[in-house]
């Protein structure tokens, strides 16, 4: 299993600033994930960071408003900029492990 | 396209009950199925998953089965603790691509004593 961290674990931010999220694993691995759980709702597939080259982004995210970097194997950040109350959401990043994806304890952001 | 449909929660139960959580997808192909739980102030955890048509999964004193003919996952539990008390997730993995995790919205169980 692999063991995931992230920073900040919660944040409350003004409108129109930008936050950035942490996210450490403590092993290598090749793909990472980075989720929104807005409130009530499921979690959504932001984008895809592999190491190495940019990030795939799902229909409806967009680099310019969520922009990931992935310097090595163990290590990603999300940034949330230009943010809005819309964006108030837990963000969870997560790997792919030999049976299933493991998760992070998440990023509560409260946008006012 | 892919979903899953949860029953909306909470779901408020007395220890030693019994607990059924529905679960509902939409996928082409052969989906794997999993549970994933969240307990407070923690991350998703696997729970237990089923990979093929009439597979069993279990942990934990839960188990939910691959109904293919009522595209259903749901999760049972003989008798629930208070320590259950969590945020249950139904998601599926299309079988054209096996890392795109698709969620269903959670149904949080309260268990009291």
């Known amino acids: 299993s692999a063991v995931i961290s992230q920073k900040p674990s919660r944040d409350i931010c003004q409108r129109g600033t930008s936050l950035t999220i942490q996210c450490q694993v403590d092993s290598q691995v090749t793909m990472m994930f980075w989720y929104r759980q807005q409130p009530g709702q499921s979690l959504t597939l932001i984008a895809t960071a592999n190491q190495g080259s940019e990030a795939t982004y799902e229909s409806g995210f967009v680099i310019d408003k969520f922009p990931i970097s992935r310097p090595n194997l163990t290590f990603s950040t999300l940034t949330v900029s230009n943010m809005s109350p819309e964006d108030s959401s837990i963000y969870l990043c997560?790997?792919?492990?030999?049976?299933?994806?493991?998760f992070g304890p998440g990023t509560r952001l409260l946008v006012l | 396209g892919n979903s899953v449909t949860q029953m909306e929660g909470p779901v408020t139960l007395s220890e030693e009950a019994f607990l059924t959580i529905n679960c509902t997808y939409t996928?082409?192909?052969?989906?794997?199925l999993f549970w994933y739980v969240q307990y407070p102030g923690e991350g998703l955890q696997l729970l237990l998953k089923a990979t093929k048509a009439d597979d069993k999964g279990s942990n934990k004193g839960f188990e939910a089965t691959y109904r293919k003919e009522t595209t259903s996952f749901h999760l049972e539990k003989g008798s629930v603790q208070v320590s259950d008390s969590a945020v249950y997730f139904c998601?599926?993995?299309?079988?054209?691509?096996?890392?795109?995790?698709?969620f269903g919205t959670g149904t949080r169980l309260q268990v009291f004593p």
């Open positions: 998601a599926l993995v299309p079988s054209y691509n096996t890392d795109k995790l698709i």
């Open positions: 996928a082409t192909g052969y989906p794997s």
């Open positions: 997560s790997v792919v492990g030999r049976e299933t994806q493991y």
